[in-house]
């Protein structure tokens, strides 16, 4: 088994942050992985959150497919990760009153709970 986590001999669980980071952050073709949730994990400065190995966290959050689908809901009528993520700091400005990252926070928080 190897080692993660810069322990010799021993091998943590992986974090959500090592889960949400799995897929590179890149837009591509993948949508059933998350780089839609790690560019906004990034946003909302919550990844120190996410990778600590003893919150014993949940994830309720959607993957990039889900990402593009609930932005078209609200217009956007591409189907690919970029655009979504443009699509979702617009819908999220308004709210966040100029500000996307207000909102993105709380949402990113929302889906992540203790197990």
Same mark, same amino acid.
């Given at each position: 088994?190897?080692?993660?986590?810069?322990?010799?001999?021993?091998?943590?669980?992986?974090?959500?942050?090592?889960?949400? !980071?799995?897929?590179?952050?890149?837009?591509?073709?993948?949508?059933?992985?998350?780089?839609?949730?790690?560019? !906004?994990?990034?946003?909302?400065?919550?990844?120190?959150?996410?990778?600590?190995?003893?919150?014993?966290?949940?994830?309720?959050?959607? =993957?990039?497919? !889900?990402?593009?689908?609930?932005?078209?809901?609200?217009?956007?009528?591409?189907?690919?990760?970029?655009?979504?993520? =443009? !699509?979702?700091?617009?819908?999220?400005?308004?709210?966040?009153?100029? =500000?996307?990252?207000?909102?993105?926070?709380?949402?990113?928080?929302?889906?992540?709970?203790?197990?």
């Amino acid at each position: 088994m190897a080692a993660l986590g810069g322990i010799a001999g021993t091998a943590r669980s992986k974090t959500l942050a090592d889960i949400v !980071a799995a897929g590179g952050g890149e837009s591509d073709s993948n949508r059933f992985d998350d780089d839609i949730l790690l560019n !906004a994990v990034i946003a909302a400065d919550l990844v120190a959150r996410l990778a600590d190995p003893d919150a014993g966290l949940m994830r309720f959050a959607p =993957d990039d497919f !889900a990402f593009v689908r609930l932005v078209r809901d609200f217009g956007y009528e591409g189907r690919d990760e970029a655009g979504a993520w =443009d !699509a979702i700091v617009v819908v999220l400005t308004d709210p966040g009153k100029g =500000d996307p990252i207000p909102c993105r926070r709380t949402t990113s928080r929302a889906h992540a709970a203790r197990a």
